[in-house]
């Protein structure tokens, strides 16, 4: 079975700088999909960005970009010019690309932005 | 965009009571719906998997008489709560996916209090 794992429960940031959320998974499989998503206090699930495991290049959306190594199964977030905004739980998640592809979800961390 | 509707948002319920909470793809004919359950500062727990017309899949641990599914149509999948009682006091969460895309739509959630 897949298994996502978020190692920083809660980071924080000031406004304006750049942090990176640290995201580890396990799988045996070689198709599959990685997403972070973002949950503020409303609960609503927003999806921030994905990325094909078979792409070698990094998605980017506007300020967030990730670090994606596939040999090392890691899977990183980075949010440049923080903003308040941004304050929110954030989840990695994982998806194979066969089967019956139900998200697996990281513990989550919770990020604050300081003002 | 992919808009999928979860009703209600709240509900408060006495003990051994049942509940159904309804998840309703709007805007497009969802293949897989998925229910998750997240405790309070915790991550999103998958609990089971339903594809129209037939039944659904649950997760190791999670009781499939206890949580009904049920996905009778393409935009149509529901969950039962039966005999409520106060540790299933939870937020259920619902997603869905479209054809060919991997990404989950999810609904706004449902807050669930068992008194």
């Known amino acids: 079975a897949q298994t996502v794992t978020q190692s920083q429960p809660e980071m924080s940031v000031q406004e304006a700088e750049t942090v990176t959320l640290s995201c580890t998974y396990d799988?045996?499989?070689?198709?599959?999909?990685l997403f972070w998503y973002k949950q503020p206090p409303s609960r609503q699930m927003i999806l921030v960005i994905r990325?094909?495991?078979?792409?070698?290049q990094n998605a980017t959306e506007n300020r967030f970009s990730v670090n994606f190594q596939k040999a090392a199964k890691s899977f990183s977030l980075k949010i440049s010019d923080s903003q308040l905004g941004d304050a929110a739980m954030y989840f990695c998640?994982?998806?194979?690309?066969?089967?019956?592809?139900?998200?697996?979800f990281g513990q989550g961390t919770r990020l604050t932005i300081n003002p | 965009g992919a808009v999928v509707s979860q009703h209600p948002s709240w509900v408060i319920c006495k003990s051994g009571t049942s509940v159904k909470i309804e998840c309703r793809s709007l805007?497009?004919?969802?293949?897989?719906m998925f229910w998750y359950r997240q405790f309070p500062k915790q991550s999103l727990m998958l609990m089971a998997t339903?594809?129209?017309?037939?039944?659904?899949?649950?997760e190791q641990g999670v009781e499939k008489d206890k949580f009904l599914i049920n996905h009778a149509s393409l935009t149509l999948s529901t969950l039962t709560v039966t005999s409520a009682h106060p540790e299933d006091s939870s937020f259920y969460i619902c997603?869905?996916?479209?054809?060919?895309?991997?990404?989950?739509?999810f609904g706004s959630g449902t807050q669930l209090s068992v008194l």
């Open positions: 990325q094909e495991a078979y792409k070698q």
């Open positions: 997603s869905a996916s479209r054809a060919r895309e991997e990404k989950l739509f």
């Open positions: 339903s594809n129209e017309g037939s039944k659904a899949t649950y």
């Open positions: 805007d497009f004919q969802a293949t897989t």
């Open positions: 998640a994982y998806r194979s690309a066969q089967g019956a592809q139900k998200l697996v």
């Open positions: 799988t045996s499989e070689s198709d599959y999909y």
